[in-house]
């Protein structure tokens, strides 16, 4: 418990840093939204959105034309930058978990300690999972105070908290994928700088991935190697989130800790 | 009762780094000195010891327990100091303190208060801010704060002032009188061989030689500097003078014999110079291995 707890303190910093600065484009955006919806901007941006070839509005997950009248497709599309920025966090809080001890040298203090390598990867992973869900929470919560100020009187706030959840529960689970992957990462690379440029590479190239499973039939299977696009937000506004795609998060999260656990329990510490 | 057992330990690691069938024993109850050159494989095997490396080959003991994989149960008993004191730069030295002793099972807070009297560690600064030294004192604390079976050590004087090492000595001794065995690496043997019991040499990965300090350290040993015009090696060589070094006309080496054979032979020839010297075997015995690239 005492490495979950100094995990936890450690990390409270950056939670609290990242959580100000989403909270704020956040509240940017929904500040946004009844200008959006009043001055006949919705006719505007469709005649302006309809110029764009559909491969550019595919990337940007404007492809079934989402109306900016209606707060929750509207924030569901502003969502998905701070849901990017959320899940690169979270695979942050994974791949550099690990190896910052290496590269920093405190594994010499920390394994030095009657602490079995097993023991030392799942505190981390706990307290990673608590900073991302706190994170998370953060998040939903703000989400759903600001909307309330803008909310339409027409919308139901239940529905509209209900909506939230869903969309806030895609975002955890696509930002457990990533921590999983992250930790795996972390086990692997050789030094601590190398954690976070591969982590930021693998979630864009992941995510490139996905819009090209949507662009070209033929490569649609890719779409299961983009983790985002397991909850990609303007779906689940519109349809939920799929079972296949909570199986298909399991498996990811399940093979990559696995993975981290082989390699972490064998591995020569760099010092 | 051997604490440490180490046989055939190999650990192939980088290109020159590691070590080749590296047998070892500590007993129990006393201060094992580990000295070579930087390089030799002294961290190394410490590494294997605790476990942050895995051996290529051999295998290590502690407790008589497997070093690989039941390195948690053997380090509920031991006290580490790294080479290099690496710690989370944001905590205080208190909270690392405190940090170290949430893993420990019994910590007497007395003995942890008179530790850091004694290394004069100040508690509120932050780690950050410790000078290498100073870390290292910390780290000294650290590892004896549970009074361990057993304090590894790493290059424990590096950094720390004479008095420091001095008062580090002290406590390494008054915690041998409890019963503590303590294994520690150096890269001087002159500066610990008044209190290690026993010390191996390693060079280039191989352990060159294990020695009682008895044996040697405390033995003089004449040191001969002697320059002639003749050269005189063979007749030197017949009285028993050992490691001659001939070099611009100066012949040195080392005599343990009868002193008046020596002036006997040398008041035959025109001495031009004549320096002896009174060295400890343990300085004589280091300048060998210098000499072989150490």
Redesign the interface.
Known sequence: M?IYK?EVK?GFKSVLIWSVICVLLNLLFLSMFPSMKDSGMQELLKTKLDAFPPALLNAFGLDDAPDFSKLEEYFAYVFQYLMMAGVIYGGLLGSKALIKEES??????L??????RSKIVTMKIFAAVTLFALFVIIMALSSILVSLAVKPSDLNTMDMILNYKLLFSGFFMVGLVFMAVGFAISAVVPHLRLAMPITIGLFFVTYLLGIFSDLIDKLSFLKYFSPFHFAMPADVVKQGIKSGDIVLSLVFITVATVVTYIIYR?K??R? | MSVIEISNLTKAYGKKRGITNVSLKVNKGEIFGFIGPNGAGKSTTIKVLLNFIFPSSGEAKIFGMDCVTETDKIKENIGYVPSEVRYYDNMTVEELLNYAKSFKKQVDEDYMKELCQTFDVELNKKISELSLGNKKKVAIVQALIHKPALLILDEPTNGLDPLIQQKLFVTLLKAKEEGTTIFLSSHNLMEVEEFCDRVAIIKEGKIVDVRSIEEFAHKKIKRITLKLSKNIEKELKAIGAEGLVVEGGKITFSFNGDINKFLGLISKYEIEDLLIEEKKLSEVFMTYYEGEGM
């Open positions: 005492n100094m450690k920093e040298g405190t594994i010499e203090f394994y030095a300690q009657p602490v079995k064998k020569n510490f010092l």
